[in-house]
Antibody
Framework: QVQLVESGGGLVKPGGSLRLSCVASGFTFSDFYMSWIRQAPGKGLEWISYISTSGGVIHYADSVKGRFAISRDNAKNSLSLHMNSLRAEDTALYYC?????????????WGRGTLVTVSS | EIVMTQSPATLSVSPGERATLSCRASQTISSHLAWYQQRPGQAPRLLIYGASTRATGIPARFSGSGSGTEFTLTISSLQSEDFAVYYCQQYNNWPPWTFGLGTKVEIK
């Protein structure tokens, strides 16, 4: 079954850290570019980070640059997001998403998300 | 950064009627536009890419059109499962990949 499953969300205090994980199954993970996308409660979608197939190219949204770090382990079919210096405005449902086959830059597969709440 | 503007914010439609959703890009994006459907409590689902190509398994009642800066998603005859929020996303200039704020299609 082709799927992405996120984990690692939870309640964290402002200034704290959290590590999110996404495990892929049912497809060759190492062939696909990946991203993290978040959705604040009742709000729209915000792309926050991208990683190439090898991990050699990484991009971040300005809103998280310098605080978040994306990585992947192709041997374990996993994607990670290390989040530091968390703020209240980082509260959101965090999705991992796969880019389309043949390097198309839309998102053709999404996980169900993991909720991050930043609050004292 | 390319800003995507969707209209209307909310669209009230009766089952069986046609729904027309709009998406405008702040600069030309060719046909590098995708549409997603998000049902309550669910992850987004890819509907359309390349402005007009339906993704695998998407019913023919969903169609996309447009190029440049103006795009349209049409749902020809709304079914109960189509009441959801719809997002457009550009992938012509990145990073960042940008989404519109969404159009909620609700039952009239």
């Amino acid at each position: 079954q082709v799927q992405l499953v996120e984990s690692g969300g939870g309640l964290v205090k402002p200034g704290g850290s959290l590590r999110l994980s996404c495990v892929a199954s049912g497809f060759t993970f190492s062939d696909f570019y990946m991203s993290w996308i978040r959705q604040a409660p009742g709000k729209g979608l915000e792309w926050i980070s991208y990683i190439s197939t090898s991990g050699g190219v990484i991009h971040y949204a300005d809103s998280v640059k310098g605080r978040f770090a994306i990585s992947r382990d192709n041997a374990k079919n996993s994607l990670s997001l290390h989040m530091n210096s968390l703020r209240a405005e980082d509260t959101a449902l965090y999705y991992c998403a796969r880019y389309g086959e043949n390097n198309y830059w839309y998102f053709d597969l999404w996980g169900r998300g993991t909720l991050v709440t930043v609050s004292s | 950064e390319i800003v995507m503007t969707q209209s209307p914010a909310t669209l009230s439609v009766s089952p069986g009627e046609r729904a027309t959703l709009s998406c405008r890009a702040s600069q030309t994006i060719s046909s590098h536009l995708a549409w997603y459907q998000q049902r309550p409590g669910q992850a987004p689902r890819l509907l359309i890419y390349g402005a007009s190509t339906r993704a695998t398994g998407i019913p023919a009642r969903f169609s996309g059109s447009g190029s440049g800066t103006e795009f349209t998603l049409t749902i020809s005859s709304l079914q109960s499962e189509d009441f959801a929020v719809y997002y457009c996303q550009q992938y012509n200039n990145w990073p960042p990949w940008t989404f519109g704020l969404g159009t909620k299609v609700e039952i009239k």
